[in-house]
């Protein structure tokens, strides 16, 4: 069953007598339960987007209904049954406020969810244990450090047990514990409570780690939907790196690569600085076929490694960009309605390891993402 589903969602933005079509009608379907994650370059639209299915930004045109209520025709039924966290703003964040205790603000947000006294209670003791807030419940809340107060904000998105919560890049700023404890959290949220998630994030580790499935947006239009591994395997296959033992012997690299390019698991090899490298299906399945033709010529190897392609090259490969950078804070909407800049766009993709795609961050954008303004 779609908990989400949104239809032709877009937005416009008109500033100084220039439109900013930041939305240009996107199609959402989320299951319920799901976890999915919203991945694009700063400017392409995420937060706009998640602004309007929290109904805190009205549509320009298109439909959705969400956690079953009608996204135009009933915002406070979708108000009730979801929970936002709203993106930082540089060190300041959204949804808290200065004056009050960490404890005043968890068991605020209850009240104003009609949750009762003693369960918002036992709920704010849970998330302070589970956030590790644990000792900050009698502090002020502008007393917090930056990754603190992101905890506390993600706390208040979840005292009401909602039934979908949004989060608006719920890990830039913490520290690497801190994200992998959120990442445990909201696999738990989902595994216990069934809540359904929808994130986004600059992340592509996190985006792997620990999303079922993947919009990404570039310049307000969805480019491609899919399962991690789907969208890695769309870009370009594994790659296999093999070098023939005495690489100095370039007969017998030679005679490996006529071999191997004629196995039906390989697509494509080329003979890269004296080692070979197949681009192949499924590195898995094709490993013991190619070991199986190399030793059945009598060639023995010295090295084999295989990798896949990162959330990044699938990036690049979609949107021309790469999602891998390092500059600090990205533009801020100045309401000009200037495209942020993507800086260090067409960095390079990255070394293509193993492991999926290392963190790498935009920074943080001064979007909006106060709740209730527009
Ligand atoms: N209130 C606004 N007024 C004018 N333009 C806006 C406004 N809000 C967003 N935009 C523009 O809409 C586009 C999409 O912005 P949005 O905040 O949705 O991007 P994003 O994908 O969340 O980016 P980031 O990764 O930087 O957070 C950008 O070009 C932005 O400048
Ligand atoms: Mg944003």
Redesign the pocket.
């Given at each position: 069953m779609a908990i989400i589903e949104a239809r032709g969602l877009a937005r416009d933005?008109t500033?100084r007598k220039r439109t900013?079509h930041?939305v240009r009608g996107v199609d959402i379907t989320v299951a319920d339960g799901e976890i999915v994650g919203f991945l694009?370059?700063?400017?392409?639209?995420?937060?706009?987007?998640l602004r309007m299915l929290t109904t805190l930004l009205r549509p320009t045109a298109g439909t959705a209904t969400v956690a079953g209520a009608d996204l135009l025709g009933d915002p406070l039924g979708v108000r009730k049954r979801i929970g936002f966290v709203p993106?930082a703003i540089g060190q300041t964040q959204g949804g808290t406020s200065d004056n009050s205790l960490v404890i005043e603000e968890l068991l605020d947000q209850g009240t104003a969810y009609r949750v009762g006294r003693e369960e918002t209670r036992r709920r704010a003791a849970a998330l302070i244990d589970q956030l590790d807030l644990g000792g900050l419940d009698q502090r002020y809340v502008k007393t917090l450090s930056g990754g603190q107060r992101r905890r506390l904000e993600i706390a208040l998105g979840l005292v009401h047990q909602p039934q979908v919560v949004f989060l608006d890049?719920p890990t830039t700023g913490l520290d690497p514990q801190s994200r992998s404890n959120m990442w445990e959290h909201i696999r738990r949220l989902r595994s216990e409570l069934g809540t359904t998630i929808f994130l986004?994030t600059?992340y592509l580790d996190e985006a792997d780690a620990l999303c079922d499935r993947l919009f990404v947006?570039d310049h307000?239009v969805i480019v491609a939907v899919g399962t991690p591994d789907e969208l890695k395997r769309r870009v370009s296959g594994d790659v296999v790196t093999l070098s023939v033992n005495g690489a100095a012997n370039r007969g017998a690299t030679a005679e490996a690569k006529s071999l191997l390019a004629v196995s039906p698991v390989v697509r494509e090899v080329i003979v890269a600085d004296g080692a070979l490298r197949l681009t192949v299906e499924h590195g898995e399945e094709a490993l013991p076929v190619l070991l199986r033709t190399l030793d059945g010529a009598g060639i023995t190897m010295s090295a084999i490694s295989l990798s896949r392609p990162t959330l990044d090259d699938v990036f690049l490969t979609l949107t021309g960009r790469s999602l891998r950078d390092d500059s600090p804070g990205?533009a801020g909407?100045d309401?000009t309605?200037?495209?942020?800049e993507l800086a260090g766009a067409g960095a390079s993709a990255g070394g293509q390891a193993a492991t999926a795609g290392t963190a790498g961050t935009?920074g943080t954008?001064g979007?909006?993402g106060t709740a209730g303004k527009e």
């Amino acid at each position: 069953m779609a908990i989400i589903e949104a239809r032709g969602l877009a937005r416009d933005f008109t500033s100084r007598k220039r439109t900013v079509h930041a939305v240009r009608g996107v199609d959402i379907t989320v299951a319920d339960g799901e976890i999915v994650g919203f991945l694009g370059p700063n400017g392409a639209g995420k937060t706009t987007t998640l602004r309007m299915l929290t109904t805190l930004l009205r549509p320009t045109a298109g439909t959705a209904t969400v956690a079953g209520a009608d996204l135009l025709g009933d915002p406070l039924g979708v108000r009730k049954r979801i929970g936002f966290v709203p993106q930082a703003i540089g060190q300041t964040q959204g949804g808290t406020s200065d004056n009050s205790l960490v404890i005043e603000e968890l068991l605020d947000q209850g009240t104003a969810y009609r949750v009762g006294r003693e369960e918002t209670r036992r709920r704010a003791a849970a998330l302070i244990d589970q956030l590790d807030l644990g000792g900050l419940d009698q502090r002020y809340v502008k007393t917090l450090s930056g990754g603190q107060r992101r905890r506390l904000e993600i706390a208040l998105g979840l005292v009401h047990q909602p039934q979908v919560v949004f989060l608006d890049e719920p890990t830039t700023g913490l520290d690497p514990q801190s994200r992998s404890n959120m990442w445990e959290h909201i696999r738990r949220l989902r595994s216990e409570l069934g809540t359904t998630i929808f994130l986004t994030t600059h992340y592509l580790d996190e985006a792997d780690a620990l999303c079922d499935r993947l919009f990404v947006i570039d310049h307000g239009v969805i480019v491609a939907v899919g399962t991690p591994d789907e969208l890695k395997r769309r870009v370009s296959g594994d790659v296999v790196t093999l070098s023939v033992n005495g690489a100095a012997n370039r007969g017998a690299t030679a005679e490996a690569k006529s071999l191997l390019a004629v196995s039906p698991v390989v697509r494509e090899v080329i003979v890269a600085d004296g080692a070979l490298r197949l681009t192949v299906e499924h590195g898995e399945e094709a490993l013991p076929v190619l070991l199986r033709t190399l030793d059945g010529a009598g060639i023995t190897m010295s090295a084999i490694s295989l990798s896949r392609p990162t959330l990044d090259d699938v990036f690049l490969t979609l949107t021309g960009r790469s999602l891998r950078d390092d500059s600090p804070g990205g533009a801020g909407h100045d309401g000009t309605g200037d495209e942020p800049e993507l800086a260090g766009a067409g960095a390079s993709a990255g070394g293509q390891a193993a492991t999926a795609g290392t963190a790498g961050t935009v920074g943080t954008a001064g979007t909006a993402g106060t709740a209730g303004k527009e």
